[in-house]
């Protein structure tokens, strides 16, 4: 460790970090230290680490601190912190996976019950590799692992520490440079090589630093990476909300445009919201097939509501057959017979069918029954009671129910026939 006598402005900076970070991990109580050494396998076996692994990244920490520390005073308070936060972690992840076990909730294929919700362990930050196994400091899930992004390094605290420009960690985890020195591809020197630009010691591409992008401290974030000194998305997505890369040509919540979520059944695909192949959309964001959905056989909101009818390559088919004079209509006129035996002109009580088909009415001009024509036929209108019908509604003194007379259209709409 380099002696020196007053803080510097990055000194001063990590201390703020790491006692904000001491804190907020005794506050929350969920920052766990399982991960500490930070190897691959160091997830696949938490209960060998828990307790043991912890103090050396614990001491890791506290040594790495001490220098720092010294300088401004406060090395006591970060010590305690980082102690106390080891071993009550320990235990929260205990209860934390006793939780999950418990939980009788079921979840998707592939994804797994931690608490109230369904996590994939394989990149939840929360729940890496196993539930409530959450990644500290910098780091996340990857494969259920928490580890830190592309090339960076694990360094002490959790950090994700890019060593090829790091003042503190040069060429590698916790050997930093020197007063004015600057770290200039992974090794300490005086000045930075041409082409690159220092920032708080690190020597920068801002062309292509994600942290450094134009300018120090102009850091990318989000989705956003820097390419040419700016912030931006790979080529062929956009931006939205500010640091979100999507493809418009098929991101369901950004279709075509920002904020264009397609909704219901409907999917993104080049860039609108659209039915898979072979459905159809009704009802705005429905999607359905034509020929075997029951509720939109052959188009849409038309439904197959006939008693067994299904839809079956556009139509439906297999409910009742057509109307049958006899079976369907006959009965219907028991209502009418009293009255109809012979007076009013209409006898129902025999052949009905005689006396009803192409017969004229009482009432000049019409019709009773007009095969096809419901609405013009005589009979129809006295039992609607409408329009223009002589005497009064039938039958006298009340009205059909409506099933019935839909019978009777029905009947005289395919035909009127004797059947
Ligand atoms: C309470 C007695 C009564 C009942 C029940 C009755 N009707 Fe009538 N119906 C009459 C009388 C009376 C007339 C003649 C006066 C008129 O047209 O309003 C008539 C006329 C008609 C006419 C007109 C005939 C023509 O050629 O002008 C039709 C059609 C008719 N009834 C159908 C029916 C049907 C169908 C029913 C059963 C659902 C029925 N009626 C029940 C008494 C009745």
Request: some cysteine; hydrophobic content about 25%; glycine content about 14%.
């Amino acid at each position: 460790m380099p002696h020196r006598c007053l803080p510097t402005k990055q000194d001063l900076a990590r201390v703020f970090l790491i006692i904000f970070a001491s804190v907020a991990l005794v506050a929350t109580g969920c920052g766990s230290d399982d991960q500490t050494d930070n190897d691959e396998s160091a997830n696949a076996n938490v209960e060998e680490n828990a307790g043991h692994g912890d103090d050396v990244g614990v001491d890791d920490a506290g040594g790495d601190n001490t220098g720092e520390v010294e300088d401004t005073g406060n090395g006591d308070q970060d010590d305690v912190g980082v102690d106390d936060v080891g071993p009550e972690d320990v235990g929260d992840d205990d209860v934390g996976v006793d939780a999950g076990d418990d939980a009788g909730l079921t979840c998707d294929e592939g994804l797994l019950a931690c608490g109230e919700e369904c996590v994939d362990t394989d990149d939840d930050n929360l729940h890496c590799g196993e539930c409530f196994n959450a990644c500290d400091g910098d780091l996340q899930c990857f494969d259920g692992a928490c580890g830190c992004d592309g090339e960076l390094e694990v360094c002490s605290d959790n950090q994700c520490v890019d060593t090829s420009s790091n003042f503190d960690h040069c060429g590698e985890c916790d050997e930093p440079c020197e007063g004015t020195q600057v770290c200039n591809d992974s090794t300490c020197q005086d000045d930075c090589d041409s082409g690159l630009e220092e920032c708080s010691g690190a020597c920068v591409d801002t062309d292509t630093s994600d942290d450094h992008c134009g300018d120090c401290g102009e850091a990318c974030d989000g989705d956003l990476q820097c390419s040419g000194g700016s912030c931006g998305c790979e080529s062929g997505l956009d931006v939205c909300n500010e640091n979100q890369c999507v493809d418009f040509m098929n991101d369901d919540d950004h279709c075509g445009e920002c904020g264009e979520a397609c909704d219901g059944d409907l999917q993104c695909s080049d860039g609108s919201c659209e039915c898979a192949d072979g459905l159809d959309v009704c009802n705005e964001n429905q999607c359905v097939d034509f020929m075997n959905d029951d509720d939109h056989c052959g188009d849409c909101n038309e439904s197959c509501d006939g008693a067994g009818e299904t839809c079956v390559d556009g139509q439906c088919e297999g409910g009742s057959d057509e109307t049958s004079f006899a079976d369907d209509v006959v009965p219907i006129f028991s209502a009418c017979t009293g009255c109809h035996g012979g007076s009013g002109g209409l006898t129902l009580s025999s052949d009905p069918y005689g006396n009803l088909v192409d017969v004229e009415a009482g009432c000049d001009g019409n019709t009773r029954v007009i095969p096809g024509d419901p609405d013009e036929s005589y009979l129809v209108r006295k039992l609607e009671g409408g329009p223009d019908i002589c005497g009064g509604q039938m039958p006298q003194g009340g009205t059909l129910p409506s099933e019935d007379i839909d019978t009777i259209r029905q009947w005289i709409d395919e035909g009127a026939l004797d059947n």
